[in-house]
């Protein structure tokens, strides 16, 4: 799987930077596909709903900074 280091720091700083998450279209759903790699990478046993790499989490940062 990709690196999560850099993902999960830009999910971190999203977080703080926004004081709702539901306020940010697109951040639910960067947050979740993080936690999904997160799963993916640490227990690859439990199927993820989606692609995880780093191309997913890619599109969607880009997705969440141009809303």
Partial sequence: GADLKP???KQRLAL???PAIRTAPG???FFLLVEEAKINRYAPEIRTMGKT???ALEKA???????
């Fill in 16 to 18: 703080e930077m926004v």
């Fill in 61 to 67: 940062w880009n997705e969440v900074r141009l809303s």
């Fill in 27 to 29: 951040l639910v759903d």
């Fill in 53 to 55: 790499g780093a191309n």
């Fill in 7 to 9: 993902w999960i720091e």
